[in-house]
């Protein structure tokens, strides 16, 4: 009778731990797709999912990387949410896209889940950048704004101080160079390659002589006008053939940024995070010899800085957007932006991480450049911004690297085009 007694518990531990085991087999987790581009510091991003499957159990992101290129990667998300792919549940989006994004349908509404008062706690440009046709499509990550990198211990060698103006940065260069007497120095790296970052790097000369390449308001493309003309011959002759190395035609942000932390240019264009990799030892051989500041104007004219960045945006197809929008959620957290701050060297969307004690007291210039990502200018805004960004990165490249070409011709030709796709943009019904 005992033994019969123990044998029910035993049968009923048994049972019990069965029932259990078949309830863990059926809340299996669910599989949530995350399309990204390259990131920089993949091992960063690593750390975070990670946190996510640790707090939540019941989902599995399986991350999903396309190329570093902002303009292949578009092409890659595009083509899937193009052909309404339901096995996309969240995906990465550039800072220009949430209006193509949010007009074809691709992505999520998300007005109902990011509420006006949550997204008033970031900051204004990126909640902009996403909102289309007064919905929002897209919540923010970490923003990017043009920055303008030198090495600190060779301007001081010299008694120089940052240089404000395009020119001033030429002559310390010259000065520099011949003082160094180095095979292989160079004055300035950027991002000159025919894709997204040209248009980012060349806005940033034009609206520093106070040109412009499109009033949003008219829809007029101001390609021709002399100004803007004057500051791509500048870039051509003075940048292009003189300053930088002949391969920078061919550069995105990671070559460029190479060059620099390999110590083969005294001053660099980059985004913030670039500031984390130069100062890394392990990555870079001027850890602790760099200085940041903001971008060169010319000669009566303000500095200027392209707003960047990348955001969070949910298929509108995904089976799954409830879990999506908590991973989401999870990504662009304090807790999650304060990692990508103190770890990848990212410039956080959310107000609230700037005024945490250990960012500001390990990474003082995110803090610093505050301003200055508070007044980065964006690019056109329009639902067609990628054939807008295509004839752009065509005609910026043409005009830079083909010496002694007429730039105004060009940029007549590329206006009209350029005018022709803004209206039709702006045809799409309100
Ligand atoms: C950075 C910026 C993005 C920009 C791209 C260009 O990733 O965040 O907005 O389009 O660089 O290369």
Known sequence: MKTIKIMTIFLGIVVLSCTNVKSTWAEKPTNIVFLTWKP?????????????????????????????????????????????????????????????????????????????????????????????????????CYLGAGLFYYREDLLKKYHFKPPTLWKEMLKQGEVILKGENEQGLHIYSGQFKQYEGLVCNMMEFIWSNGGAVIEQKTGKVLLNDPTVVKSLEFVRDKIIARAAPRGVINYEEPESLDLFIQGKTIFHRNWPYAWAV?????????????????????????????????????????????????????????????????????????????????????????????????????????????????????????????????????????????????????????
Do not use: C
Request: hydrophobic fraction near 40%; charge should be positive; aromatic fraction near 10%.
């Open 40 to 140: 920089n510091q993949p091992e960063v991003w690593d750390t975070v999912i990670e946190n996510f499957h640790q707090k939540n159990p019941d989902i599995h992101i399986k991350v999903q990387v396309g190329p570093h290129s902002s303009t292949q990667y578009h092409a890659i998300v595009a083509q899937r949410l193009k052909n309404m792919d339901k096995s996309v549940d969240v995906f990465f989006m550039d800072v220009i896209w949430p209006p193509e994004f949010a007009n074809a349908g691709w992505a999520l509404d998300l007005s109902s889940k990011f509420s006006v008062e949550e997204q008033n706690k970031f900051l204004s440009g990126p909640i902009t950048a996403n909102t289309y046709q007064g919905k929002i499509y897209g919540v923010p």
């Open 278 to 430: 130069a100062n890394d030892q392990k990555k870079s051989k001027i850890a602790g010899k760099v200085g940041v500041g903001i971008i060169p104007a010319f000669q009566g004219h303000n500095s200027a800085s392209t707003l960047g960045g990348w955001q969070f945006g949910i298929n509108n197809y995904s089976m799954h957007a409830q879990k999506a929008w908590r991973f989401v959620q999870f990504m662009t957290s304090h807790e999650t932006q304060k990692i990508l701050a103190l770890d990848a060297g990212l410039a956080p969307t959310r107000r609230s991480v700037y005024q945490d004690p250990e960012v500001q007291e390990k990474r003082p210039h995110l803090n610093a450049f505050l301003p200055a990502f508070k007044n980065t200018r964006p690019r056109p805004l329009s639902p067609v911004y990628p054939m807008i960004s295509q004839e752009l990165q065509r005609f910026f490249s043409h005009a830079i690297t083909e010496s002694g070409s007429d730039i105004s011709e060009m940029a007549a030709a590329s206006s009209a085009r350029i005018e022709k796709f803004f209206a039709l943009g702006a045809m799409i019904p309100k």
